[in-house]
């Protein structure tokens, strides 16, 4: 059934609205017509009939047609307004058009009434579907940037909790990001005290008005009662008094959400806003994120342990990220049995997901990765066999008892990816490409395994392959750094690591004053290796930490061997990498090692780190460097001055010792400006009672400049080419023939070769 047309005519001839009638029902158009003759009847027909179009005489008794599209523009904007009359010239006509009209039709020629109306109907259609599509895409535009500033409210906040580490500084940041970054006009967090009792909201910001703060107990031991989410999108159509004073201080909409530690509510977060509907699926969403992120902080807080969660945990999508989840595989292969079914270690990244959010916006890449973690999720029972490395990246321990691997990654593959992503009405199909070690084939330990895992990704990436194996990518090195790499893995296996040592000389009297050990790597097809080229493929690999074990161990047995053989006592300085110094077992690695050389007087371990190494933890790494000096091991900072070390730094690091780097040195002979240079860190070693090492030092100049400035030790060419542990009782008793029988080091030094000066300066 049709439904009528509802006309308004503004007409006071009652004749001519009839021949309209006829005209309009002539052309096979059912309408309802309303006749109004004075503006108030006009108006009161324009909020009651809802007309569909209007038609409209120009020359009126009451008023005039011009007076009427005026109306009609200011009561009904997107309604179709016809003239029809007599009396209209073509200059009026024109105008009126100009001012909203649709269209204008002669009395006289009303044939072309129907075409006009059913044109301005059309046009009415056609602008009404505009209007409701710019209002879906102001919508659209508008979500997007609640959801960009919701997102950034909940970046904040985790550095935030990052960051703070006193419990009510940190909630009331919370409070301060969400209302200035979230664009809320209040939130506040209330706690229970410890037999349950609420104590009121101990952090807030934004409005403080007595009528949200009236609302406020209510709603949060309501939430912390129900143990779920009190949201009120539309406090205007709520029933009851207690929401009516809420809409005369702007609030919308109002949300609580309890805050839970272990699955138990210890509070809540509550939440006002000025826009209505606001708390929807999205919002909620990163609502809750916010509190299961503060949830954890609290807890961690009253362990003091702020940051743990978020150290080893990925706030995005809740999985472990790289360190928590290599202990993890850790402890399962130190478990695993051959009846236990082959593992194997998956990294897989999603492709081009800086595209999808330079495309639909970073809230739908992050959407992406959650939506992912969430289906790994349900496709493993054991949740700490899943990892997020950030970017994109995650990681699985994949166990197969058939030794399978290759179905069981297309197996998890299909799990993750047969569906697509419907992601905020976009449909996404990402790709991805893995990389896939295998335990005790690609290697024996959870750290290598991952490392190994990344490489054959990398391969995957460059070959274009959707998986690759670490034992195909081994098999076939793209470059001698990947055959170098290869052959480094079992270097130390094979014991093809050796030390060297470089004698510390005393600067005034020649005396020595100790050793460095110097890592180097004979390699059977290439012979001795620069440490420049082996050393960074240690520390990526993360074999660096075993290799390092070793060396501690090997100096240690030098010592003894040197001692056993009637030497005197020397200490021995051994460089520390940065994964060393991460590991929580640092200290008691090397403290085993020192308590091994209890027996040697004065001889022993000491240890050499750098600037840039400290920077990384700074407040954990003078822990540890403190516990070390306490019992009795030297620190020394290395290569000086490279780093950024300040002040204020310098004063409060356990060190003893700072070398000054070899190209600070080369630059002193023949720049006053690295004189100076060298010249103020000594000076400034001394002001806080350390002592200073000079480093490359090459020529008798050289130690000359560095005796006049005070320089306490040397170690260089000039005195010895680092050297075999067979050579060093030749080197001791040397040293010792030359402090007995010269006055001092700056006039008995011998000039190297200079042919072996410029042969090699690595160490």
């Given at each position: 059934?049709?439904?009528?047309?509802?006309?308004v005519?503004?007409?006071?001839?009652?004749?001519?609205?009839?021949?309209?009638?006829?005209?309009l029902i002539?052309?096979?158009?059912?309408?309802v017509?309303?006749?109004?003759?004075?503006e108030?009847?006009?108006?009161?027909a324009?909020?009651?009939f809802?007309?569909?179009?209007?038609?409209?005489?120009f020359s009126?008794?009451?008023?005039?047609?011009?007076?009427?599209?005026?109306?009609?523009?200011?009561h009904?904007?997107?309604?179709?307004?016809?003239?029809?009359?007599?009396?209209?010239g073509?200059?009026?006509?024109i105008?009126?058009?100009?001012?909203?009209?649709?269209?204008?039709?002669?009395?006289?020629?009303?044939?072309?009434?129907?075409?006009?109306?059913?044109?301005?109907?059309?046009?009415?259609?056609?602008?009404?579907e505009?209007?409701?599509?710019?209002?879906?895409?102001?919508?659209?535009?508008?979500?997007?940037?609640?959801?960009t500033?919701?997102?950034?409210?909940?970046s904040n906040?985790?550095?935030?909790i990052?960051?703070l580490?006193?419990r009510?500084?940190?909630?009331?940041?919370?409070?301060?990001?969400?209302?200035?970054?979230?664009?809320y006009l209040r939130?506040?967090?209330?706690l229970?005290d410890?037999?349950?009792t609420?104590?009121?909201?101990i952090?807030?910001?934004g409005?403080?008005s007595?009528?949200?703060?009236?609302?406020?107990?209510?709603l949060t031991?309501?939430?912390?009662?129900?143990?779920?989410?009190?949201?009120h999108?539309?406090?205007?159509?709520?029933?009851?008094e207690?929401?009516?004073?809420?809409?005369?201080?702007?609030?919308?909409?109002?949300a609580?959400?309890?805050?839970?530690?272990?699955?138990?509510p210890?509070?809540a977060?509550?939440?006002?806003?000025?826009?209505s509907?606001v708390?929807?699926?999205?919002?909620m969403?990163?609502?809750?994120?916010?509190?299961?992120?503060?949830g954890?902080?609290l807890?961690?807080?009253?362990?003091?342990?702020?940051?743990?969660?978020?150290?080893?945990?990925?706030?995005?999508?809740?999985?472990?990220?790289?360190?928590?989840?290599?202990?993890?595989?850790?402890?399962?292969?130190?478990?695993?049995?051959?009846?236990?079914?082959?593992?194997?270690?998956?990294v897989f990244?999603?492709?081009?997901?800086?595209?999808?959010?330079?495309?639909y916006?970073r809230?739908?890449?992050?959407?992406?990765?959650?939506?992912?973690?969430?289906?790994l999720?349900?496709?493993?029972?054991?949740?700490e066999?899943?990892?997020?490395?950030?970017?994109g990246?995650f990681?699985?321990?994949l166990?197969?008892?058939?030794?399978d691997i290759?179905?069981?990654?297309?197996?998890?593959s299909?799990?993750?990816f047969?569906?697509?992503?419907?992601?905020?009405?976009?449909?996404?199909?990402?790709?991805?490409?893995?990389?896939?070690?295998?335990?005790?084939?690609?290697?024996?330990?959870?750290?290598?395994?991952?490392?190994?895992?990344?490489t054959?990704?990398?391969?995957?990436?460059e070959?274009?392959?959707?998986?690759?194996f670490y034992?195909?990518?081994?098999?076939?090195?793209t470059?001698?750094?990947?055959?170098?790499?290869?052959?480094?893995?079992?270097?130390?296996d094979?014991?093809?690591?050796?030390?060297?040592?470089?004698?510390?000389?005393?600067?005034?009297?020649g005396?020595?004053?100790?050793?460095?050990?110097?890592?180097?790597?004979?390699?059977?097809?290439?012979?001795?290796?620069s440490?420049?080229?082996?050393?960074?493929?240690?520390?990526?690999s993360?074999?660096?930490?075993?290799?390092?074990e070793w060396?501690?161990l090997?100096?240690?047995?030098?010592?003894r061997?040197?001692?056993?053989?009637?030497?005197?006592?020397?200490?021995?300085?051994?460089?520390?990498?940065?994964?060393?110094?991460?590991?929580?077992d640092?200290?008691?690695?090397v403290?085993?090692?020192?308590?091994?050389?209890?027996?040697?007087?004065?001889g022993?371990?000491?240890?050499?780190?750098?600037?840039s190494?400290?920077?990384?933890?700074l407040?954990?790494?003078?822990?540890?460097?403190?516990?070390?000096?306490d019992?009795?091991?030297?620190?020394?900072?290395?290569?000086?001055?490279?780093?950024?070390?300040?002040?204020?730094?310098l004063?409060?690091?356990?060190?003893d010792?700072?070398?000054?780097?070899?190209?600070?040195?080369?630059?002193?002979?023949?720049?006053?400006?690295?004189?100076?240079?060298?010249?103020?860190?000594v000076?400034?070693?001394?002001?806080?009672?350390?002592?200073t090492?000079?480093?490359?030092?090459?020529?008798a100049?050289?130690?000359?400049?560095?005796?006049?400035?005070?320089?306490?030790?040397?170690?260089?060419?000039l005195?010895?080419r680092?050297?075999?542990?067979?050579?060093?009782?030749?080197?001791?008793?040397?040293?010792?023939q030359?402090?007995a029988?010269?006055?001092?080091?700056?006039?008995?030094?011998?000039?190297?070769?200079?042919?072996s000066?410029?042969?090699?300066?690595?160490?």
């Amino acid at each position: 059934m049709n439904i009528p047309l509802r006309l308004v005519v503004v007409e006071d001839n009652e004749a001519d609205v009839e021949l309209l009638t006829r005209c309009l029902i002539k052309a096979g158009l059912d309408v309802v017509i309303h006749r109004v003759e004075t503006e108030h009847d006009l108006v009161s027909a324009l909020h009651e009939f809802t007309p569909d179009l209007i038609l409209s005489d120009f020359s009126l008794p009451q008023f005039n047609g011009v007076r009427a599209l005026e109306v009609a523009v200011a009561h009904a904007p997107h309604t179709p307004f016809i003239y029809v009359s007599g009396t209209i010239g073509e200059e009026r006509a024109i105008d009126a058009l100009r001012r909203g009209a649709t269209d204008y039709v002669l009395k006289a020629n009303l044939s072309r009434l129907p075409s006009a109306v059913h044109r301005a109907l059309r046009e009415g259609s056609l602008k009404a579907e505009q209007r409701k599509a710019e209002l879906q895409r102001r919508d659209q535009e508008l979500r997007l940037q609640r959801l960009t500033r919701t997102y950034r409210m909940l970046s904040n906040t985790s550095s935030a909790i990052l960051r703070l580490r006193e419990r009510s500084e940190l909630l009331s940041e919370v409070c301060r990001i969400a209302v200035q970054l979230g664009g809320y006009l209040r939130v506040s967090v209330s706690l229970l005290d410890e037999d349950g009792t609420p104590l009121g909201a101990i952090a807030w910001a934004g409005d403080e008005s007595d009528t949200l703060l009236a609302v406020e107990p209510d709603l949060t031991q309501a939430c912390i009662a129900g143990r779920l989410p009190e949201v009120h999108n539309d406090v205007a159509t709520e029933s009851g008094e207690s929401f009516s004073p809420l809409i005369r201080d702007g609030c919308r909409a109002v949300a609580a959400v309890p805050l839970c530690v272990d699955a138990t509510p210890v509070g809540a977060i509550t939440l006002f806003s000025s826009q209505s509907a606001v708390f929807d699926d999205a919002e909620m969403n990163v609502v809750l994120e916010l509190t299961a992120n503060l949830g954890f902080a609290l807890q961690y807080l009253e362990k003091d342990a702020a940051v743990h969660f978020l150290s080893y945990f990925d706030t995005l999508t809740g999985l472990a990220k790289r360190a928590l989840f290599c202990q993890r595989t850790s402890k399962l292969l130190a478990e695993a049995t051959p009846a236990a079914g082959t593992r194997a270690i998956a990294v897989f990244d999603i492709q081009k997901l800086g595209a999808i959010n330079d495309s639909y916006g970073r809230y739908v890449g992050d959407l992406l990765i959650q939506t992912i973690a969430e289906r790994l999720k349900q496709a493993f029972n054991d949740p700490e066999a899943i990892a997020y490395f950030g970017g994109g990246t995650f990681a699985l321990t994949l166990t197969e008892d058939s030794g399978d691997i290759v179905r069981l990654w297309q197996t998890v593959s299909a799990q993750l990816f047969a569906e697509s992503f419907q992601l905020e009405g976009e449909e996404l199909r990402p790709l991805v490409r893995c990389g896939v070690a295998i335990h005790m084939q690609d290697g024996a330990t959870a750290e290598a395994l991952v490392q190994h895992a990344e490489t054959a990704l990398k391969a995957a990436r460059e070959e274009n392959e959707k998986y690759q194996f670490y034992t195909s990518v081994k098999k076939h090195p793209t470059s001698r750094g990947m055959a170098l790499e290869a052959r480094l893995e079992g270097a130390l296996d094979r014991q093809e690591f050796l030390l060297h040592y470089q004698p510390k000389v005393n600067v005034a009297d020649g005396r020595l004053e100790g050793f460095e050990a110097l890592l180097r790597w004979k390699d059977a097809h290439d012979g001795l290796v620069s440490p420049a080229l082996f050393v960074p493929l240690l520390e990526r690999s993360g074999a660096i930490v075993e290799v390092g074990e070793w060396v501690m161990l090997q100096a240690t047995r030098d010592i003894r061997d040197w001692f056993a053989a009637g030497l005197t006592p020397v200490r021995v300085a051994v460089n520390v990498s940065p994964l060393q110094l991460r590991r929580r077992d640092f200290v008691d690695q090397v403290l085993s090692k020192s308590l091994a050389a209890t027996d040697l007087g004065a001889g022993g371990i000491d240890i050499e780190i750098t600037e840039s190494m400290l920077m990384q933890d700074l407040e954990l790494s003078i822990s540890k460097l403190s516990q070390l000096r306490d019992a009795g091991i030297a620190i020394a900072i290395d290569d000086f001055g490279t780093g950024y070390s300040s002040l204020s730094l310098l004063a409060s690091l356990p060190v003893d010792t700072l070398k000054i780097d070899r190209s600070f040195v080369h630059h002193m002979v023949d720049s006053p400006k690295g004189m100076s240079l060298v010249a103020t860190i000594v000076s400034l070693a001394r002001s806080f009672d350390l002592k200073t090492v000079a480093e490359g030092v090459e020529t008798a100049a050289q130690l000359h400049l560095l005796h006049s400035v005070n320089c306490d030790q040397a170690q260089g060419f000039l005195f010895q080419r680092p050297a075999a542990a067979v050579d060093v009782p030749g080197i001791i008793a040397r040293f010792g023939q030359h402090s007995a029988g010269q006055g001092g080091a700056v006039n008995s030094a011998a000039e190297p070769n200079a042919a072996s000066v410029r042969r090699s300066r690595h160490r």
